[in-house]
C-alpha cells in the first residue's frame, strides 16, 4: 500500500497509513470500502477478513478517548478484538496516477486523461501524470442533459444520483472530475477549459457563483458515488501485487438515503389534497 500510495504524498491536513493492526500479522483476505463504519464493519466481520483497507480516515482529528462508549472508539474495540487491521489511503490515493479520480473517469469513458490540479512543483507528490482530479474528452460530444443521464447511468446506484447546474443543451465534449468534495476545484475546472465538472458535494453560493462567471457546467454526484469505482482498482492491485483474496464492498455509506423530485412547475398545487377514488 505504501509503494502504491505513499504517505508522504498525502495533504498536511489529512492522516493516513496505518490505523490499527500488527504489523507484523498474515493478511489472507482484505475488505475495501470507501468508509469505516459500523456497517462495513460488520462486513469485515462477516467475511472473515484480516485487513480493512478504507478511503476516509477514521481518525482524522486528534482523539482522546477510544472507549467503546464512544462511535469511533467502538469501531477500534472491534476491530482489535477481531484481529482486523485497518489502513487508510485518501488524499495518497486522491494524488495517485492511476489513483482515484482515474477510477472516476474511466466510468464516465473519459480518455486523454491529465491532472485537474497538479501537485506544487518540488511537493512529495509532483511528477509523473499525478494530481488532484483528472480532465478528460468523452468519446463523443453530448448534451449535458445526456451527460447527465450518462453519469447517472454508469456511477455506483445512490439515492442521490445526478443533478446537474447548467444550460441543459450544452454540448460537452471536455469534461473534469474529482471524487468527493470537489468545491475547491472549481476554478481549476475553468482553467482546465472543461466543459462540465463532475464531483460531489457542492453548494449553492460556490456553484452559483461559478457558473454565473461562465464556468463550466456542475454535475454533483453523491460522494461514495465517485470514490466507490477506485475500489477495484485497488483490489485488483493487491490481487495481483501481493496476492491477497479480496473482496470490495458495495454498501452504499452514503448518509443520503431518500431523494424525492418536486412536482413539475405547472402541476397541481401540492397543497391541494387529491380527491380520492372510489
Ligand atoms: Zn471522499
Known amino acids: 500500500m505504501e509503494r502504491r500510495y505513499p504517505p508522504v504524498w498525502a495533504e498536511q491536513w489529512d492522516r493516513v497509513g496505518l490505523v490499527l493492526g500488527e504489523p507484523q500479522a498474515p493478511v ?36 482522546s478517548s477510544v472507549a467503546p462508549t464512544t462511535y469511533k472508539g467502538r469501531i477500534v474495540h472491534q476491530l482489535i478484538k477481531n484481529d482486523i487491521a485497518l489502513h ?39 511528477g509523473e501524470g499525478r494530481g488532484i482530479g483528472r480532465v478528460g474528452r468523452l468519446p463523443q460530444p453530448m448534451t449535458l442533459a445526456a451527460l447527465t443521464v450518462h453519469a447517472a447511468a454508469v456511477l455506483p446506484a445512490t ?89 470490495v464492498s458495495d454498501l452504499d455509506t452514503d448518509p443520503w438515503t431518500l431523494h424525492a423530485g418536486s412536482r413539475p412547475a405547472g402541476s397541481a398545487d401540492a397543497s391541494t389534497p387529491k380527491e380520492s377514488r372510489s
Do not use: K
Open 159 to 247: 439515492a442521490w444520483g445526478v443533478r446537474a447546474a447548467g444550460d441543459p443543451g450544452r454540448m460537452i465534449a471536455t469534461v473534469a472530475v474529482s471524487g468527493g468534495a470537489g468545491d475547491s476545484y472549481l476554478e481549476d475546472a475553468t482553467a482546465a477549459g472543461a466543459d462540465a465538472f463532475l464531483t460531489a458535494d457542492l453548494r449553492h453560493h460556490p456553484a452559483g457563483e461559478h457558473l454565473a462567471a461562465g464556468g463550466p457546467a456542475l454535475l454533483d454526484a453523491a460522494h461514495w458515488a465517485t470514490e466507490r469505482p477506485w475500489l477495484d482498482d485497488l483490489a485488483s492491485q493487491l490481487r495481483d501485487g501481493v496476492g491477497v483474496e479480496t473482496i
Open 88 to 126: 487508510v489511503a485518501h488524499t495518497n490515493a486522491d494524488v495517485a496516477s492511476p489513483g482515484v479520480s482515474d477510477a472516476l473517469a474511466a466510468r464516465l469513458g473519459l480518455t486523454d486523461l491529465r491532472p485537474l490540479r497538479p501537485p506544487a512543483p518540488g511537493s512529495p507528490a509532483a
Open 28 to 63: 489472507h483476505r482484505v475488505l475495501c470500502v470507501v468508509d469505516c463504519v459500523p456497517e462495513t464493519v460488520a462486513e469485515a466481520l462477516a467475511a472473515g477478513v484480516d485487513l480493512i483497507v478504507a478511503h476516509h480516515p477514521l481518525l482524522l482529528r486528534g482523539v
